[in-house]
């Protein structure tokens, strides 16, 4: 009697056995196609690629990043898809942004770094990307063929600026100096468009369609400003204080 | 066993076992083994040695079986081909079915083996079994385990992936060392100076040839010698173990107090062995197989290739050592040390048994543990490898965003572009080959950190081409601003004392 119900329990624990093991499609250890790994230059996933790639100088999140935001719609209702790609291609020469093409030393893919202005624009795009009139993102010359006046944007910086950055762009309620030497040879023209563009609304600087109560900034007032800013580069940025320090150093590398 | 006097029903099954128990009849008629394997299996052992401690050596051998098996499974499927390999594991992986469950037992099944074996060892240790006179079966079991290393590192290379490559790379590196021959051996082993595609071939004939050959032969001796000179009594403070006396002692325990080995002494080994298949199971069904990691490509730098975790504490000798001790300790150290082990029952076969009495065995193993478990450690953390995505995917952690100045900003641009935190953390995440900046300015000087940065040195290179005056400008002013909120940064007394103009870089408001 015994001995029967042992072999019962017996052969129900072969049948269960089996069972489970018919039923292993879903068994936590099957490994799972999509975490395949993939050689870097397939990477398709926009997440991925901007995680991997621009968060560490953008943000996390596209803002609060040590360089510009790029979660900002009013920026991609500026940007075209060309001027993205041609920086994350080239990068920006004599700044921290890298040229990522691979035709550049980088190690995106043409076709990556389009996915990623694709991808990029799709997710910070809002309301703004319609409104019409907007000014260019690239540098232009001015109505009259000049570039911005130096003299003309210093005029108005002190009264559209000076609130935050001071008179002389010396640092306010914003820290620090616009127009240190040093700061200015490592950022583009460009970049100092973009600031007064779209400002750095994540530090809490406004973008060219000022406060409350302010009226947007003109094309020219926007070259201007930059022109102004820019007239402050020196020859030799960062000498002074370091110069002998500068002088002799790197004979004996590690 | 005995089941033939317990069964109680015979009418159903009589016919089966009948006809069975003839044809099994027929042939021990002629070949003649029951006779002599019998008695060889039914001879008397210790009563005290059927104990939960001595499982682990059939525990083992369970899951070298199971290694047959599912290597054997495996092997009919996977191409030892350098540019194939790697789509056969994928196909095992995704296509065939139940392809991944066999690569994942082969792989827990690895792991169950040199987990177990070790086990075992230790417990042979701490009992005396080595002990006199059954010095053989200690040394052929010193080979097994070495050969079963042997295993788990040519068949982590089977892998072809990229933490293949670091098996392959410290391989090559130890032969390397080797005087005069390395250069033969390097290329006797990888097919060539380099690793390439003969290179899988040549451990694919280790790992399913030669190795597995030569453990079938001697767990063929150990088991041999394991049945013909009798299992370790359980071993007795005060009990001495002297060549005169200790057979006559055994054979007369074995008589007064003893049990025949099949059935009654491997009960425990049975038990144990499905307990050790249900939990082997259990792991490939949950935890799966490892691998295979990105395909072996050499120019993708980006990845740190790691050792499987019974070699991590290697991993990390490796990477800890400097340089000029490394041909040293591991050319000469590892040989002597299992000289040191292999030969142990020559210098210590006979007196006490118990580890009870014997602390030097209490202390010897809990130091190799430690030794181990803190290297394996090491090797699971590896702060030594450089975090190389760091510098585009870490963001600088908001909080040394916020109220930075444009040049701060900048600077720390710098520390991203050109890839600090390779080497230094940042809010925690970084690499850890260099001390985190978070609080550098409480520790450093704007000079101090000016020569830092220029200079390099203490294993961090110099920047001093690589930056322009402006870069390192920035780059101060960043750091300098690396202070706890309350906590002043550290000052230069005599630029204080002088009360130069403030200095440069770092800008009021803070």
């Known amino acids: 009697m015994m001995r029967r119900n042992w072999r019962g329990a017996g052969r129900s624990v072969v049948c269960l056995a089996l069972l489970w093991l018919g039923a292993c499609a879903d068994l936590p250890g099957r490994p799972d196609e999509a975490d395949r790994p993939i050689r870097p230059n397939d990477v398709k996933s926009v997440d991925v690629l901007y995680g991997q790639n621009c968060a560490g100088c953008h943000g996390a999140e596209g803002r609060l990043g040590a360089a510009r935001p790029l979660a900002d719609p009013l920026y991609w209702a500026i940007v075209n898809d060309a001027e993205v790609q041609g920086v994350v291609a080239r990068g920006v020469a004599g700044t921290a942004m890298p040229a990522f093409a691979l035709s550049e030393g980088g190690t995106l893919s043409d076709a990556q770094i389009a996915i990623l202005s694709d991808g990029l624009r799709t997710r910070w795009s809002g309301p703004d990307s319609a409104a019409p009139g907007l000014p260019t993102w690239a540098i232009q010359p001015g109505q009259n063929g000049k570039r911005g006046r130096v003299d003309q944007g210093a005029q108005v910086f002190a009264s559209r600026c000076a609130v935050c950055h001071g008179g002389k762009g010396e640092g306010g309620i914003a820290p620090g100096s616009l127009v240190d030497a040093s700061y200015l040879s490592l950022v583009s023209d460009q970049a100092l468009r973009s600031a007064v563009l779209f400002g750095r609304t994540d530090l809490g600087m406004p973008d060219f369609r000022g406060g409350s109560g302010e009226k947007p900034l003109s094309p020219d007032e926007i070259a201007d400003l930059v022109a102004w800013m820019a007239s402050h580069r020196v020859a030799y940025p960062g000498r002074p204080y370091n110069e002998s320090d500068a002088a002799g150093v790197g004979e004996d590398g590690p | 066993m005995d089941r033939?006097?317990?069964?109680?029903?015979?009418?159903?099954?009589?016919?089966?076992?009948?006809?069975?128990a003839r044809i099994g009849a027929w042939f021990d008629l002629r070949l003649r083994i029951s006779d002599q394997i019998w008695p060889e299996l039914a001879h008397h052992v210790p009563r005290s040695s059927a104990s939960f401690w001595y499982v682990f050596g059939s525990a083992t051998l369970l899951c070298f079986m199971v290694q047959l098996v599912t290597g054997m499974c495996l092997g009919l499927v996977y191409s030892p081909s350098a540019a194939e390999s790697w789509a056969s594991l994928e196909y095992l992986n995704y296509q065939q079915p139940l392809g991944w469950f066999m690569r994942s037992l082969h792989y827990w099944g690895s792991n169950f083996m040199v987990a177990l074996m070790t086990i075992h060892v230790v417990q042979v240790f701490l009992f005396g079994a080595y002990k006199y006179p059954r010095e053989l079966t200690w040394v052929v079991g010193c080979f097994l385990f070495l050969l079963t290393l042997a295993m788990a590192f040519t068949g982590q290379v089977m892998r072809f992936d990229q933490d293949a490559y670091w098996g392959l790379g410290i391989g090559a590196s130890i032969a390397g060392r080797f005087p005069f021959v390395g250069g033969i051996v390097v290329d006797l082993m990888l097919g060539g100076p380099i690793i390439g595609a003969p290179t899988l071939s040549r451990f694919f004939t280790l790992h399913v040839f030669l190795v597995p050959a030569l453990l079938l032969l001697l767990?063929?001796?150990?088991?041999?010698?394991?049945l013909k000179?009798?299992?370790?009594?359980?071993?007795?403070?005060?009990?001495?173990?002297?060549?005169?006396r200790y057979l006559e002692e055994y054979h007369q325990l074995v008589a007064e107090d003893g049990e025949p080995f099949v059935p009654n002494g491997v009960q425990k080994d049975l038990v144990f062995s499905g307990l050790v298949m249900v939990a082997l199971v259990s792991c490939a069904a949950v935890l799966g197989p490892a691998g295979p990691n990105g395909p072996p490509d050499p120019t993708l730098i980006d990845t740190v290739p790691r050792p499987d975790f019974w070699f991590l504490s290697?991993?990390?000798?490796?990477a800890l050592l400097p340089a000029y001790l490394e041909t040293p300790l591991i050319l000469i150290a590892p040989p002597i040390l299992f000289l040191l082990a292999a030969l142990l029952p020559f210098y210590s076969g006979t007196g006490e048994k118990s580890w009870k009495v014997r602390p030097g065995a209490w202390i010897l193993v809990v130091?190799?543990?430690v030794c181990l478990g803190t290297l394996t450690w090491l090797g699971i953390r590896s702060p030594w490898s450089p975090d190389m995505a760091a510098w585009s995917g870490t963001p600088t952690p908001v909080a040394m965003v916020r109220g930075r100045t444009p040049l701060e900003l900048q600077g720390a641009l710098i520390v991203q572009s050109k890839q600090c935190r390779t080497c230094h953390s940042l809010g925690g995440e970084g690499g850890e080959r260099g001390p985190a900046l978070d609080d550098v300015a409480t520790r450093l000087t704007q000079d101090q950190l000016i020569h830092q940065v220029l200079q390099g040195g203490?294993?961090?290179?110099?920047?001093?081409?690589?930056?322009?005056?402006?870069?390192?400008?920035?780059?101060?002013?960043?750091?300098?601003?690396?202070?706890?909120?309350?906590?002043?940064?550290?000052?230069?007394?005599?630029?204080?004392?002088?009360?130069?103009?403030?200095?440069?870089g770092v800008s009021g408001g803070r």
């Open chain 2, 4 to 20: 033939k006097e317990e069964n109680p029903e015979p009418v159903e099954q009589a016919a089966a076992p009948g006809r069975l």
């Open chain 2, 219 to 226: 767990i063929a001796v150990h088991l041999w010698l394991v």
């Open chain 2, 229 to 244: 000179v009798g299992i370790n009594e359980w071993p007795m403070p005060g009990r001495l173990v002297t060549r005169e």
């Open chain 2, 314 to 318: 290697l991993f990390a000798v490796f």
């Open chain 2, 367 to 369: 130091t190799v543990f």
């Open chain 2, 458 to 504: 203490g294993n961090m290179p110099a920047y001093g081409k690589n930056l322009s005056p402006a870069q390192v400008k920035a780059l101060v002013a960043f750091l300098g601003t690396m202070h706890p909120p309350g906590q002043l940064p550290a000052r230069d007394a005599s630029r204080v004392a002088s009360s130069a103009a403030p200095v440069a």
